[in-house]
């Protein structure tokens, strides 16, 4: 949004006051992000240069060993690389449960839409927390999920308390975000370029793969940038589903910021998060160049 | 960290609001939840009658780390007047400079403490003694554990919860460990201990138990784990006799809360009346009546069948832990959990 208040071209005389405006207009905003983000982000900053002394008290300095001890440890590669990895997992498990949703929700109309929307849209009305709370009733070593698995025979796998658990609770929890990103992205999707690759004779697999997956591009590429981010800063369901044995950044700079009390750690691990935000939006602005190159 | 910057910055003006209410109101922060309501009944409704013209603010948080962080954030401008808060976090907080000294210049009963209410290089003194103690649940664990080896016991596998490192239920459990394994002083090694918790990974369900420990074990979700003795009491009498509370007989170890006074704090005169009733033998044994805390205070006098639930009679089996120097070496056995015992359990 703020690139295309800066795109408006200012040797035009009444643009430029239209430029006026939209500037006078963006102020209180700015001003709110300055005060309210941007000034706590430097302070943030600051505070991962700070030195860390043992049991909890800071020292004013300016050193990098914050940065380059991660860097160095085993423990915080692997933690760093983990959480990529299973927050890009819970994208990939999301997008693939999402689209025929969304692609079924796109094509509805009338009332019958509008009643499914709502639906996809109501899980965002109860807390994260309770949904959470919800899967773990169900999850449990005794709970309805593992005793269906077991009357078919199979030796129930653990879900709850690991990997597994985080993954399922956060793939429900964004499925919402995802859905609705997947429908705004699916605007160029016409029915009637369906219709003429059928007249034409190609096959439902085909008429998918080479026409309605390539439409809705903008929208996975949207869904994916947005559960991407959500997963990797999310908090409460690893927290709670993961059962202390998935180390996440997020659970992580919870843990040094208020049981260990290492604040310039958790400083440096969420400007970590931040720079990986930054990447993530850099790969999403330049997948969107290729498709609408 | 956004998130709770901004509650700190609610927070504080909350207090500012309440505190401007009175001119004479002490505002004290402590552990939020049966804490606040125990305390508020023992010590801060009869001090309110004894002293009519001072009013005491409850400001509860849930743990000594969000204290700490809450006090730092006001450093320049104080609304909370005492803290009480763990010994090894008050360590920090004073080297940070946020406490006065408590002495005998706050309160004569200052010398009736025991001598482990004292901390080198902490400025408040120890207010309550708590310790570390099996829970498990009645329906099915038949006969109460009598040693920490029952956690180890193969027919609780899959049903034990532990609180991992670096929360200082996992920190005392090392240390108890480590004695168990015949490791040598904690403050140098406490391999052998991690190597003993190590056995027992594969056989914990969860490290890091929610809400808390006690909650998973009185419902049933778990059979066995550890807690701290006080609120063991209190849940063991809440959950109907479900969850069950033992010492073992090998002993355990004490966590310390001190009672602190901060500095420049708006209302110090009356902040050291609060704190010298709190550490008085007539506090101390309403106190352990009401939560069974054990006293600080050795001239407190205590009803026979409170002190059995506290670990008064075994003091002798107690692992007289020094939490300052465990702070020192804290990292090292969160690290060690992390890398020798938690992968043991996926």
Redesign the interface.
Known sequence: MTTAALDIPLSDQKSSSAAGIALTLLLPIALVNAIG?IL?VLN?ARMSFNEA??????AEAFTAANWTGLLEDG?YIELITNSIVVSLGITLATLLVSYPIALYLHRASGAWRTFLTVLVISPLLTSAVVRTYGWIALL??QGPVANVIASMGFEPPRMM??TTGVVIGLTEILMPYMILSLMAGFGRLDPKVEEAARTLGAPPFRTFWRVILPLTLPGIALGCLLCFVLAISSFITP??M????V?LLATE?Y?Q??????WPL??TL?MLVLVIFGAALAVYSRILHVIEG | ??F??LSIAVSALTIAAVTSASAETVTLTAYSGIFQEHYTKAVIEPFMKKYPDITVQFYGMP?S??M??TLRAQKSSPQIDVAILDV??A??GT??GLFDKVDESVSANVKDLYPNAHAEGVAGVGVTFDNLVIIYNTDQVKTAPTSWNSLWDKQYE?KVII??A??IQGTTFTIISNKLAGGGDYKTDVSAGIAKIGELAPGV????P?PDVYAPIANG?AALGIGWNARAQIYSGTSGGKLGVALPQEGSGFQINTINLVKNAPESDAAKKFIDYALSPEAQAAFTGEMFYAPTNSKTVIARDALKRTAADDMDKMIDIDW?AV??V??GI??QW??RI?PL??
């Open positions: 983000f706590p943030l002394l043992p049991g909890g008290g800071i423990f449990a070593e308390f690991n927290k709670l993961g059962g202390g044995r180390f700079i843990d910021a208020i049981v260990t009390l290492n958790a400083a969420s | 960290m956004m709770a910057r743990n780390a969000q700490l962080g090894s976090v360590k920090a080297d940070e899959g609180q991992a670096p929360d369900q969860t490290w890091d929610k979700q300052l702070a020192k804290r990292d969160t690290e992390r890398r938690i359990s996926r």
